[in-house]
């Protein structure tokens, strides 16, 4: 048996509900698949609306003790998940990579990024604060309490198959919710391996359902007209996003979006230039360019357009693209055909409008979804690549003379998660960080993310924060009380 079979042997295929995997009421399975290789790794089950409305069965069962049960206790079964979700590191960095191609490297960075969520909000479960105060006629007293949100149902995409999960799990049941996860249909085994975990850890069943299946709007319909549901926490595009809150209207549910974004990361003519090239290889190429984060639009001064150009172009040029399992590979594959004939079209109709490809472009012939790593040069502001996500590994540079003509470009885009800024001046830093239209500004530096910081979008790019203090109050409501004395 190969190393992959046996750990694909060690992660349950069932649908996970109630402490267990189960099958599907209808019996059906689907597939899923090696992005290096395009065959399939295993199947697992395919949940339907049936499958669904069980699952939600026990998470209201289950969420009136959970909710009761002291925050110390939810504290300490969330540190035992972090615990050994660290103790499997290598198991869940491989199963991330087999599932989604990303490099052994990457996932685990994934990994040691995802479990913290749960290290930082068993952190935050025993500080859920209320108040206490006189009110300002002197007559009586407001006391204000919070109360965990309900059910909550979470969706989740295939770029980032732990951290995306971990992030609203750890959340929610630190505030005293139980959850729902449907993962993307790509990569559903790092969840349900996530859930053995979690019932290793000692999380009481019925708290946490898995429910993997290959029609999403199928299993989120009915869950979302189902007055049980308290909540919907969703990550994925823009589009779906939309979706999701207007069915989310009818019963008037909470709802957190982390949707689509299309940063920009701006280099002005007084950064340090190595330093950009640095930060714009992690910022442009983690995770093989598949993050929300990642920089979509290099917008770089004039002055130090071709310098900057010329350094990125030679460290791109030198990565390797292979399998995320083989040492030496420092680009996996995209996650499908349809993802990279995506890049394929937006690089295409970028050259066509008159952009330059220092390296790269097109996608590398052979098995599995690769695409080769791209610089492009002088990309017209209206060719698509400017105005769509890209979602893989290519570099679109644009150039810019005055600092107004940085932040108007930098904020023309309906999307406004991540932007990045270089700069040595610090009043610059403190000044376009505050014009730019952003959940999250790095100043000098290409990876933002942080568990303990507020991760999110404005504008087209999302509602509420994940991780940080703000991440838990997501699932909390407020309560006030007034107390005449
Ligand atoms: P997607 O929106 O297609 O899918 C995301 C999830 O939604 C998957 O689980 C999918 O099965 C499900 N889904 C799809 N259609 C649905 C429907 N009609 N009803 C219910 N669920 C449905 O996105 P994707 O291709 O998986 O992920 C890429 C997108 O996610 C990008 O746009 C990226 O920017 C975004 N993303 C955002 C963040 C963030 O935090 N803002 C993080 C990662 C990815």
Not at 50 to 74: M, V
Not at 145 to 171: D, H, Y
Not at 241 to 265: C, D, H, I, W
Not at 273 to 287: F, I, S
Request: hydrophobic content about 45%; overall charge negative.
């Amino acid at each position: 048996m190969s190393q992959f079979d046996e750990l694909l042997a060690a992660v349950p295929t069932g649908l996970w509900i109630d402490g267990s995997p189960v099958a599907a009421v209808r019996g059906d399975t689907f597939a899923v698949h090696d992005p290096a290789t395009g065959t399939v790794l295993t199947e697992v089950a395919d949940a339907t609306a049936e499958d669904a409305l069980r699952a939600l069965d026990t998470a209201s069962r289950a969420q009136r003790e959970w909710a009761a049960t002291a925050p110390r206790e939810r504290a300490e079964i969330l540190r035992a998940a972090w615990q050994l979700v660290t103790d499997r590191a290598e198991d869940f960095a491989l199963l991330m990579t087999l599932e989604m191609g990303k490099t052994l490297a990457e996932s685990r960075g994934e990994v040691a990024y995802g479990a913290e969520f749960l290290r930082w909000f068993s952190e935050e479960a025993p500080r859920i604060q209320g108040r206490y105060t006189t009110a300002p006629s002197g007559n009586g007293r407001i006391l204000v309490t919070k109360a965990p949100v309900g059910p909550c149902l979470a969706i989740t995409p295939w770029n980032f198959p732990l951290a995306m999960g971990t992030r609203k799990i750890g959340p929610a049941l630190a505030a005293g919710c139980t959850m729902l996860v449907k993962p993307a249909s790509e990569t559903p085994l790092t969840m349900l391996l996530l859930a053995r975990v979690f019932a290793d850890a000692g999380l009481p069943a019925g708290v946490l359902s898995v429910l993997p299946t290959s029609d999403a709007a199928a299993v989120s319909g009915p869950l979302l007209a189902d007055p049980r549901l308290r909540k919907v926490t969703f990550t994925g595009s823009t589009g779906v996003g939309k979706t999701l809150l207007e069915q989310s209207a009818g019963q008037v549910l909470r709802t957190s979006m982390e949707l689509g974004g299309n940063a920009p990361f701006v280099v002005f003519d007084d950064a340090d230039v190595d330093a950009a090239v640095e930060g714009a290889m992690a910022a442009k190429m983690r995770n093989g360019g598949e993050a929300c984060t990642a920089a979509n639009r290099l917008i770089v001064a004039n002055a130090v357009r071709e310098e900057f150009t010329a350094k990125l172009t030679d460290r791109i040029a030198a990565l390797t693209v292979g399998p995320g399992y083989r040492d030496g590979s420092d680009i996996g594959p995209l996650i499908n055909e349809k993802q990279r004939t995506s890049v394929t079209d937006l690089v295409d109709d970028a050259v066509a409008a008159g952009a330059r490809i220092r390296t790269g472009g097109g996608p590398v012939d052979g098995p599995g979804w690769f695409y080769r790593p791209t610089v492009l040069d002088n990309v017209p502001a209206d060719a698509r690549i400017v105005a769509e996500e890209i979602f893989g590994p290519v570099a679109a540079i644009t150039g810019f003379d005055t600092e107004d003509e940085a932040v108007a470009a930098a904020n023309g885009t309906e999307f406004g998660l991540a932007a990045y800024i270089y700069t040595r001046s610090l009043d610059r830093s403190l000044r376009v960080a505050d014009a730019l239209e952003a959940g999250m500004v790095g100043v000098n530096r290409g990876v933002i993310s942080d568990p303990a910081a507020p991760f999110g979008g404005v504008k087209q790019s999302g509602l509420g924060s994940e991780g940080g203090t703000e991440g838990i109050e997501e699932y909390l409501e407020t309560k006030y009380v007034a107390l005449e004395l």
